[in-house]
Every structure is written in C-alpha cells, then in structure tokens.
C-alpha cells in the first residue's frame, strides 16, 4: 500500500520563462539536483510554487515534463486545491491518470466564515468526487495565507472515514502548538511542518518530516535538521533570517544568482521580482554560514 508523504520533501519552485509559461527544462535541472541531493521528494504547485497563478493545464503539463525526464511519479506530489471543488476533482483526477498518487489540499479558501464542519464537508467531497483509493491526501494548513484553517477535529473525521486516502497534513503555521493539535487528533495521519526549525522536535514529537521552500535554497541543511539537528538548528534559525519578504520573489532572486539562471527572478503577478542585488547578497550572505546549495 502506498504511504504518505513522509521524510525531506521539498516546496518546489516554479521557474518561469521569459513569455511568463513554465520553464519545464529548468525545472527538470533543479528537482534533478534536489532528488541527487538527497530530498525525498517534490512538492509542485504549493505556495512556495505559486500554484494558485497557474491553471490545472499548466500544472499537469508541468507534471508530465518531469515525469518524462525519468523521474518517479512516487516523488512528485501536486498542489491541487482551490475554491472550486469540482476543479480540485479534476485536478488530482488528471494527477491520478499520470500515475502520481500524492495530492496537497487547501481548504476552500475564499469563504472565511465558514464553520469548521462545513470545512470538513468540502474536503469529504473532494475526496468522494475523486473516489479512488490510489489518493493520498495531504491537507494543506497555512491560514496565514489561505484565511482559511484545517480543523484537526476534522482531520481525525476524514480519516475515521476515509481511512488511508486522507494520508497526512502539513501545518505550515509556524505555530508549534498547532503541529501538536493535529497529532493529538489523529495521531495515525501523518503531521508534517513547514516550518524549517521545527523539524527536530516535531520529529521528536512522532512528526513525519517536512514539506518546505527553504530546501529549495539549502538542501544539505534541511537534511542535517534530520541527521544532527543540534548542530544544525542555530545555522537553520539564521539562514531563514537572511530571507526577506515577500519570501517568493527574494526566494527567487536567491536561485537565480545561486544558479546563474537570470530567469528564476521572475514571478507570477500579483509578486514583482526581487533586485538581482537582492538574490546575490542573500546567497552570499547563506554561503558564509556555511550551507550548501543544490549541485
């Protein structure tokens, strides 16, 4: 049986080509490195990947590009969420049919008001409409983006009914308290943090890995918060202090001057690219403490 996502999983970057389409070539180079590197696997169309700027098509044609340079359908997930939960159906059907079982949901994200329970039913009839017991869910918390949170009291529902088919949740709350409630409520879906300095004593609190952008950046020390977190967490605390906001266009900035691909400073609107001074200051500045990019 399929498990959920578990381990070093990164929230991929979307690299863009000049007419503002996905660089598919530049994306196969980088998750190539990442995966060489050691991540787990890779998360595409998250908030570190703009999924919401970028249609079910581009997103499955994304999906089939790498899936055609040899990687596993078994280390890619796709962020499949959305207001509409007919389009989220569609979406991770058409994951489904190219062979990737892994599937970020957010919650419907424009209705704040909603009730706790009605969150619950909108994530239930995304999970009926699919009806495939080759899904594996991972709900997606991150209210501060979204304006919309995961229940945990529904976390532990879903899974009551839907057993392995709601597979896990990633809490990128960056609130420790949240992580705990989640495991708490359904201690058999696996809890995963976005937050890269949690990753030691989520872990340590029965936490099944992460799913988070600063991989994109430096790898090998998301990987040390695994292998010798003591060591690694002061350096972790520090090389997310160098970012600045917004995260994503200075994200950006970082790998193009990382890589020497100018192209990676551009974002989807509504973000504007961050100064290539920007990306070259910060990828020097994470360099002298002494991280390592993808190679």
């Not at 381990?7 to 190539?32: K, N, S």
């Not at 590009?65 to 990687?71: D, F, V, W």
Request: overall charge neutral.
């Amino acid at each position: 049986m399929t498990q959920p996502i578990t381990g070093l999983w990164v929230a991929c970057a979307t690299p863009l080509e000049a007419g503002g389409g996905v660089d598919h070539a530049a994306l196969v180079r980088h998750g190539a490195r990442l995966l060489a590197g050691g991540c787990d696997g890779l998360v595409l169309f998250g908030t570190t990947g703009e999924g919401p700027s970028f249609t079910a098509a581009e997103r499955l044609a994304t999906v089939e590009a790498l899936l055609a340079s040899g990687i596993a359908p078994t280390r890619l997930a796709l962020g499949t969420g959305g207001p509409a939960i007919g389009e989220a159906v569609a979406l991770i059907r058409g994951a489904l049919s190219l062979g990737l079982v892994h599937a970020l949901i957010l919650p419907p994200y424009y209705f704040r008001d909603a009730t706790e329970q009605g969150i619950g039913d909108a994530f239930a009839a995304v999970l009926d409409g699919v009806n495939d017991a080759r899904l594996r869910a991972t709900l997606y918390h991150i209210p501060q983006v979204s304006g919309v949170a995961v229940p945990p009291a529904e976390v532990a529902r879903l899974r009551g009914h839907y057993g392995a088919m709601l597979a896990g949740v990633k809490d990128s709350s960056a609130d420790f308290p949240q992580f705990l409630a989640f495991r708490a409520a359904a201690p058999e879906v696996a809890v995963l943090v976005g937050n890269e300095a949690d990753i030691a004593q989520a872990r340590a609190a029965g936490g099944a890995g992460t799913i988070c952008g600063m991989a994109n950046l430096v790898p090998d020390l998301v990987r040390a918060m695994f292998t010798d977190s003591a060591a690694a967490e002061p350096t972790m605390r520090a090389a997310i202090g160098l970012m600045e906001a917004p995260f994503i266009p200075t994200m950006r900035a970082v790998l193009a001057a990382q890589t020497g691909e100018a192209g990676w400073r551009l974002p989807r609107l509504p973000f504007r690219p961050a100064t290539a001074e920007t990306g070259t200051r910060i990828a020097g500045a994470l360099a002298r403490l002494g991280v390592r990019k993808a190679a």
